[in-house]
């Protein structure tokens, strides 16, 4: 079964439509700290309506992050009410598989009747947040926020998410607008099941968010930059 990549940072499979680590709520937790930036709810759920009105699928899958805080927040328990009261009316189903910052959030399988697993079978690929080991087969993640920042001759430049793509593996670019990323180019992968893969194998497809660009094998891009300088 051929998975489509989206430009959204998204995946359908089958009937089904993945994203990952939606992060909501991250503003609200940042402003505890005394940190205040915009509010970007708005614009999750309109890309997930979007999305699921273009591509129609039957199942809408979280894995893992719905929800940023590790502590109770009421903000923003209102705020995935809202995204999860939105969507539920485009799809037959919403499936969670829990990610690391999904605390405190079985509530939502009562008042919105979203299953909530550890790991989902689809069309041969087990798909798991990531935090944790997985044991065989091929795998679809999140948890990583894969990321390479592109540099030009002169030095400017700018930070992309990227889905990374191999024959067992797929790991998907955080959902979140605020979730920056993981840059692979500098930094050593985080997930636990990405460290069991060779990166430099691994295809590297950027997203613009309206676009996508192939730039091959990781291990070949990162050859390539080092002869840019």
Not at 15 to 36: K, R
Not at 68 to 89: D, N, Q, Y
Not at 95 to 118: A, P, Q, S, Y
Not at 177 to 199: C, K
């Amino acid at each position: 079964m051929k998975i489509k990549l989206l430009p959204e940072k998204a995946v359908v499979l089958g009937n089904a439509m993945v994203i990952a680590d939606l992060h909501i709520g991250f503003e609200e937790s940042v402003a505890q700290e005394g940190v205040y930036i915009p509010k970007l709810l708005r614009e999750i759920i309109d890309t997930t309506r979007r999305i699921i009105e273009r591509e129609r699928p039957k199942v809408l899958v979280i894995n893992g992050d719905l929800k940023h805080s590790f502590t109770p927040l009421k903000r923003e328990f209102l705020e995935v009410g809202a995204f999860l009261r939105e969507v539920k009316e485009l799809v037959d189903e919403v499936v969670l598989v829990k990610g690391n910052h999904d605390t405190g959030i079985n509530w939502i399988r009562e008042k919105f009747g979203v299953e909530i697993v550890e790991s989902l079978e689809i069309r041969g690929w087990t798909i798991a947040h990531g935090h944790l080991k997985v044991e065989g087969g091929k795998v679809i993640i999140g948890h990583e926020h894969p990321s390479i920042r592109l540099r030009d001759e002169v030095g400017a430049s700018v930070k992309v998410p990227v889905f990374l793509k191999g024959s067992n593996i797929l790991v998907l670019p955080a959902f979140s607008p605020w979730a920056y990323g993981n840059d692979l180019t500098v930094n050593e992968p985080i997930s636990p099941v990405l460290r069991n893969f060779d990166l430099e194998n691994l295809s590297v497809v950027a997203t613009t968010g309206e676009e996508l660009l192939n730039f091959g094998k990781f291990g070949d891009l990162i050859r390539a930059m080092r002869l840019l300088g």
